[in-house]
């Protein structure tokens, strides 16, 4: 399985990024999707997560009503639409494969990973 993670860059504060995730050696469909972050010095951290066929999707509290996760299966992508970005949200961005049907919020259930895009949002 390989994760591939792309869409970051430089934003001000108040914009938006769509991230996105191309996974590649393993359908979607059966297993659930998420993404996390990892700011300098700082845990990797829960941003979102996706169930196998969509229906179970939950959000870290920090971006709850600015962040929306989807996933399309016929394609074997995933996204994290970003909208009302702070500068407490410039992390390195990890997309992460669990092999689960149901939505998971703990990283230690994801059983594959993605290299990081960073995100970076200025004041």
């Known amino acids: 399985v390989q994760l591939q993670a792309s869409g970051g860059g430089l934003v001000q504060a108040g914009g938006s990024l769509m991230l996105s995730c191309a996974a590649s050696g393993r359908s979607l469909r059966s297993v659930s999707m998420g993404w996390f972050r990892q700011a300098p010095g700082k845990e990797r951290e829960f941003v979102a997560a996706?169930?196998?066929?969509?229906?179970?999707?939950y959000y870290a509290d920090s971006v709850k009503g600015r962040f929306t996760i989807s996933r399309d299966n016929a394609y074997n992508m995933v996204y994290l639409r970003m909208s009302s970005l702070r500068p407490e949200d410039t992390a390195d961005y990890y997309c992460?494969?669990?092999?689960?049907?149901?939505?998971?919020?703990?990283?230690?259930?994801?059983?594959?990973w993605g290299q990081g895009t960073l995100v970076t949002v200025s004041s």
């Open positions: 992460a494969m669990s092999d689960t049907a149901v939505a998971v919020t703990t990283r230690s259930r994801y059983d594959y």
């Open positions: 996706i169930g196998g066929r969509g229906g179970s999707v």
